[in-house]
C-alpha cells in the first residue's frame, strides 16, 4: 500500500512533530507534567520562584490525559514508576554501567 502524502514511514522523527507522530503510531509516550498542584515552587537561573499554574494549564494536563498512548506523571517517583514498567514492557533495564 502506497503512503498517503500526511502519512510517515519512517522512524519518528526529533522534537514535538515527533512525539505526536509517535502517538500516532501507538508508540508509548510518559509525560512528566509539572502544573499539577496549585503552588508549585522551582529554582530559577537566580532564585526560588513560586509558581501558580492557571485553570488551562491544569486543564491541559487533564487533556494529556485523555490522549491515546500518553501516560501522564505528576512526581519524580511516579516518573521512575513509569520508566521501570515501560523498560520491563520493553524486556530492558537500566544501564548502570560507567564504561
Known amino acids: 500500500m502506497e503512503p498517503r502524502p500526511c502519512e510517515y514511514a519512517g522512524p519518528p522523527p526529533e522534537g514535538v512533530a515527533g512525539r505526536a ?10 509525560v512528566f507534567a509539572c502544573d499539577t498542584e496549585p503552588v ?4 530559577s537561573p537566580h532564585d526560588w ?14 487533556r494529556l ?9 505528576a512526581s519524580p ?5 513509569a520508566l521501570d514498567t515501560r523498560l520491563k514492557e520493553l524486556s530492558l533495564a ?6
Not at 94 to 99: G, I
Request: with cysteine; charged share 25%.
Open 40 to 43: 508549585v515552587v522551582t529554582r
Open 94 to 99: 537500566w544501564n548502570t554501567s560507567s564504561s
Open 21 to 30: 507522530l509517535a502517538g500516532k503510531l501507538g508508540i508509548p509516550g510518559i
Open 65 to 73: 490525559r485523555g490522549i491515546d498512548f500518553c501516560r501522564v506523571v
Open 77 to 81: 517517583t511516579e516518573l521512575d514508576a
Open 49 to 62: 520562584v513560586t509558581l501558580r499554574p492557571r485553570r488551562i494549564e491544569f486543564d491541559n494536563v487533564e
